[in-house]
């Protein structure tokens, strides 16, 4: 358990300076907004943004990195800790280690609904797929909206279907074939005539 | 009187063949898109926006009204058969429906679930009806301070009543904000946070936003899973919906839901999932089979679903009369209203009574027709859960494409689309909850509008926000709303019940 501890708050670190990168992008962006007279310039709000969010990215890193040199006593200072905090206090069939922060990441829940026993609600955390799968789906769906005005709806649809299906179940092509033209041509006809949304008609039109 | 006179015209206008098609058309594609297993109501109005473009205001706004209801009792379906909530708020269903389902009990799992939402749903719309004009004439009174801080608490109450690390949601706050910051300035008409890239100047696209953060990562998620580990559909066999002792132990939890749902509801940034959660730990509390609890107690869905339902008509309380949504879900409806060139709060119940009306009153009706439709359907219904995962996710990332350029008709808009989702699903990879930032992103024109106003009025001075007697007020509520979650805490806490969940 200690081990997915860490893994939690090597996340959680991670996500904290990214954050913090975002907000030093942000509020630099606010130098190139034209400051007018008022009092609250068109460039206030967006620069309290930005500090906001690289104080909060902050606080985040911080946290992790507290947390991760003494997990048990760091925990109560910390403002949003519901699991932590309860497992502490109760002290009772639960180990402070079940989460880090109240999200948990996958394995974690796991842990903690065993642990937890009879006393939890805790809905164990969807199953994480591998990064290599996600860039691969997220690859071909970026190709889909690339092609989806030149090529048109239709075939650029029903491509995108076929090969999302196939990767998934390629031992039912013909389900997979039947449905991607079926679907395509279905919402295309729905869309068009029956919404009055006009679908690009690329090559076919 | 007046508000039973208005009530009266609003059913009249609901009860219109039209009006009472959409009703139903938005209880039934509702239920049946919440029952799709990943997709809550949340996911299922950003998907469904679309549809709605081209429609006359009132028969859209029904619409979508009775889709987020419907897709509430379909989520209530999934958590029960396959353990899978669509949204927090039926995390618990997943729990203990699932565990009454897997002793046979399913029927009586959705049956207990199905009454309780019409109970709780009925009475919170009646709550609605009421409470609705009472806010509107305390409202008059409101000035730029008022509305400012309103809004300020409602992110606020978003982030700190959130399960999970209050910073992450803090920062999911502050995400919405700074997307909603970029384009045109609408005062000033300067171009802001555009990155020199004039395409941005227009901003950035609510639906489009919402679209890519509530389908896409789900929707990658599942189809990047593949195939394996297929979840067991529980039987559904043809045992009795309910007998007496059911009846006897669901019409408590039902009681005690409604009125926590219905409060929790009404505060503003607090969504229905609070609600749920509440009312399971206090039908716990109080139940004489404590054991039960965690392996199929009927209480533990009859009072959240309850709570939940209710707490859908608690949350219109704000968005209808002040114009301020307490939810994720209900800033979606705030940003349909706003698209149809519509502003809900004091204004509209004066110059769109009508309107209004009759959505109020189609509530009604949807709710009838809920169960009326859905437990002797819930066979049919149940068959949609057989769905393969692939045909489902990679059809629903179509539909998202469509929206989105049904919005912009641009390679730019489509892409926007793609990059949000990228970004929605390392938001969610490290833990930052999505919800949060849409309520943010809908509010963030309300927000700078009034808090601009406020210091040009005060001449850049905070000092009315404490001097003003509204104000003063809202103020003290706000810091009751931040202590109370810290006193709710202690007590979850010496109660020794661990509660812990991700949003799905």
């Known amino acids: 358990m200690a081990r997915s501890l860490t893994a939690a708050h090597r996340r959680d670190l991670i996500t904290g300076s990214a954050i913090v990168v975002i907000g030093v992008v942000y509020f630099i962006a606010t130098f190139s907004i034209q400051r007018t007279n008022d009092i609250v310039t068109p460039a206030t709000f967006p620069a309290i943004v930005g500090v906001a969010l690289i104080v909060l990215g902050a606080v985040l890193v911080a946290q992790s990195l507290l947390a991760r040199s003494t997990p048990a006593e760091a925990a109560p200072g910390l403002p949003a800790t519901d699991v932590t905090a309860a497992s502490e206090t109760s002290g009772s069939t639960t180990s402070a280690g079940i989460t880090d922060d109240g999200t948990t990441s996958a394995g974690e829940s796991v842990d903690g609904a065993s642990s937890a026993g009879e006393t939890g609600v805790i809905i164990a955390a969807p199953p994480e797929p591998k990064s290599k799968q996600v860039a691969l789906q997220f690859a071909l769906f970026f190709v889909y909206l690339a092609i989806l005005i030149p090529v048109g709806f239709l075939l650029s649809t029903a491509a995108f279907l076929m090969g999302l299906t196939s990767i998934y179940a390629p031992d039912r092509w013909i389900r997979n074939l039947v449905f991607s033209v079926v679907f395509a041509v279905v919402v295309y006809v729905a869309f068009v005539y029956g919404l009055a949304v006009y679908l690009p008609a690329g090559i076919l039109g | ?504």
Request: with cysteine; aromatic share 10%.
């Open chain 2, 1 to 504: 009187m007046d508000t039973l006179v208005d009530l009266g015209n609003g059913f009249a206008t609901a009860l219109q063949p039209a009006s009472l098609a959409f009703a139903l058309l938005g209880v039934l594609l509702g239920t049946v898109v919440g029952v799709l297993p990943g997709i809550g109501p949340i996911s299922a109005i950003a998907i469904l926006i679309p549809v709605s473009f081209g429609m006359e205001p009132m028969h859209g706004l029904i619409l979508l009204c009775g889709i987020y209801y419907g897709s509430m009792y379909g989520g209530s379906i999934t958590a029960t058969l396959i353990k899978t909530p669509g949204e927090v708020s039926s995390a618990v269903t997943a729990i203990e429906g699932y565990e009454m389902a897997r002793k046979g009990r399913a029927k009586t799992a959705l049956a207990t679930a199905a009454i309780g939402s019409f109970l709780a749903g009925t009475l919170a719309i009646i709550g609605l009806t009421f409470l609705s004009p009472l806010l509107v004439q305390l409202a008059t009174v409101f000035g730029a301070t008022e509305y400012f801080l309103l809004m300020a608490t409602a992110l606020l109450l978003a982030s700190t009543m959130s399960s999970g690390s209050r910073v992450k949601a803090l920062i999911s706050v502050f995400i919405g904000l700074a997307v909603g910051l970029i384009g045109l300035d609408f005062q000033t008409g300067l171009p802001r946070q555009t990155f020199g890239i004039s395409l941005l100047s227009d901003g950035i696209d609510f639906t489009i936003f919402a679209m890519a953060l509530f389908a896409i990562p789900e929707a990658i998620r599942n189809l990047a899973l593949g195939r394996g580990g297929k979840e067991e559909i529980q039987r559904f066999g043809d045992e009795k919906w309910m007998t007496k002792e059911d009846w006897k132990r669901s019409s408590g939890p039902w009681a005690r839901g409604s009125v926590l749902g219905f409060i929790i509801g009404v505060l503003p940034g607090v969504g229905p999932s609070l609600a749920s959660f509440m009312s399971y730990i206090m039908e716990k509390r109080i139940s004489k089979r404590k054991d039960e609890f965690g392996h199929g107690a009927i209480e533990g869905v009859a009072g959240p679903e309850a709570a939940n339902n209710a707490g859908v008509g608690g949350a219109m309380v704000p968005l209808f009369s002040l114009g301020i949504p307490g939810s994720a879900t209900t800033a979606l409806l705030l940003f349909v209203f706003t698209m149809y060139g519509l502003q809900p709060g004091p204004l509209i119940f004066r110059e769109e009574s009508g309107l209004i009306w009759a959505i109020i009153a189609s509530m009604y009706i949807g709710n009838i027709a809920l169960i009326v439709l859905n437990l002797p359907l819930v066979g049919v219904f149940v068959k949609l859960l057989k769905m393969p995962k692939e045909l489902l996710f990679s059809a629903i990332l179509v539909l998202v494409t469509i929206g989105a350029y049904a919005i912009e008709f641009s390679l730019f808009g489509l892409m926007l689309l793609g990059l949000f989702g990228v970004f929605g699903y390392l938001m969610e990879k490290g833990g930052i909850p999505l919800a949060p930032s849409i309520l943010a992103l809908v509010l963030v024109p309300l927000l700078e509008d009034n808090f601009r106003r406020m210091l040009q009025i005060s001449g850049g001075s905070f000092l009315p926000l404490l001097t003003r007697p509204v104000s003063l007020s809202i103020i003290i509520l706000m810091l009751l709303g931040i202590i109370a979650p810290i006193v709710v805490r202690w007590w979850i806490r010496r109660r020794q019940i661990l509660m812990d969940f991700t949003v799905v």
